[in-house]
């Protein structure tokens, strides 16, 4: 990865659909360090930028499938995904350039993707962990624009620093950005004290949409298609929808089911005693032990049917636990 790297090609960094706070952060940290090793470099993403993460912009072009077209590039660098599948319509583009494929990632299972080159570490609170990395690697300074970046990639996986992720790695990197002009204060105030009002009456009627299954340890809520076109006009953040319902006392997984074209997308959250992982796996989906998800090809009932099992058949397997039914 580092002779890579350090080959001055042209490189298209690029991650999954809608992309979030790491794929992003990661993308601009990455953009700013092959810059300064003399790389052609640009971002090129399946889907817009979010309005909350739209800042990340504003000193780092960033551009998507939908307005712009697809640029050439010798190596495609996938970060926070690691199949060109994840990134839906500009796959096949992609493909038919034949770029050499690498991967920074992770997530598990990660080093088995599409990459021909990769750097994966699941023991990596996120994506920009491994970035930062890089930068020490090759000795480049962090500029404030890259240490913005990277900072919102922690940030975005670990909670805040919230999560059981948060490891010493990851907070000292953290301190090492503010150093570099990451302003806590300011990104968080732009990340989540800027959202646009109609966020707030998506968030009631999600949780009032929302259900508890398996003895109250199983909750979840369904989005339709007519709810998801008003979420994305909103931009809003549905992971504040899965943190409500992890907040409820006795939950131990949260699930959330998107209603898409030909079928359901799934965000999984655990507690911590379940691995949703796996469970996310049983569909062809994958994450990590705590965060997960899956695109299913069934019907919206009957998809949420079959997680129930899975996570019914997880709780069951818990030691001296009761079957969760």
Known sequence: MLDLLGSRQRFLLS????????CLGSQVGLFHLLETLGAEVSIYNPDPVLPSLAFLGEQTPIRNHAH???PSAD???LLDCAELSRLGSLAAELR???PRIAVIDHHVGSEHGDGSVCLVDTTAAATGVLVYELYEHFGVEVGPAAAEGLFVSLVADTGWFRYSNTDPRTLAIAAQLVE???APDKLYDRLYRGTDPRSLGLLSESLARHQLRLGGRFGF????????QRVGDAGFDTDTVLEAIRSVRGIEVAALFKSIHDGVKLSLRSMGRVDVQRIAARFGGGGHTKASGATIRLPV???VAEVEQAVAEALAALPGEPSGR
């Open 15 to 22: 991650g999954h659909e809608h992309p979030d706070g790491d």
């Open 68 to 70: 712009h077209p697809v």
């Open 75 to 77: 190596v495609v660098i």
């Open 96 to 98: 038919r350039q034949s």
């Open 180 to 182: 570099a002009g990451a």
């Open 221 to 228: 809520t369904v989005f339709d298609q007519q709810l998801m």
């Open 301 to 303: 009932a009957a998809a």
